[in-house]
């Protein structure tokens, strides 16, 4: 499975930018996706995940996205989304999504995932 990440660009503090996950290949290998953030000089962070699966159904966000990010999926398109409304200059990043069988993996910091190519989010004015 390969995961395509896309949508980034500058935007204005204040501002809004929807980022799209497109998956690829055999998809039924990923019950979740999850969106994950690297700051110049920071380390990479969970920012917020999904999971697909009927037995497990969850979202999460990392607090420091609480009420300003939200995560979606299309199943017919094989798309997850997150809609980052009031952007700040902290939210500068490179946005990578990679997916697993279970959210929990995702959720734990020492789990092992794939990373593709990131998308690149600058906030500034």
């Known amino acids: 499975v390969q995961l395509q990440a896309s949508g980034g660009g500058l935007v204005q503090p204040g501002g809004s930018l929807r980022l799209s996950c497109v998956a690829s290949?055999?998809?039924?290998?990923?019950?979740?996706i999850g969106w994950f953030r690297q700051a110049p000089q920071k380390e990479r962070e969970r920012v917020s995940c999904?999971?697909?699966?009927?037995?497990?159904?969850?979202?999460s966000y990392a607090d420091s996205v609480k009420g300003r990010f939200t995560i979606s999926r299309d199943n017919a398109k094989n798309t997850v989304y997150l809609q980052m409304n009031m952007l700040k200059p902290e939210d500068t990043a490179v946005y990578y999504c990679?997916?697993?069988?279970?959210?929990?993996?995702?959720?734990?910091?020492?789990?092992?995932?794939?990373w593709g190519k990131g998308t690149l989010v600058t906030v500034s004015s």
């Open positions: 290949g055999f998809t039924k290998d990923y019950n979740a």
């Open positions: 990679t997916g697993s069988g279970w959210i929990g993996t995702l959720e734990d910091p020492s789990a092992k995932l794939n």
């Open positions: 999904i999971s697909i699966s009927s037995s497990d159904p969850r979202i």
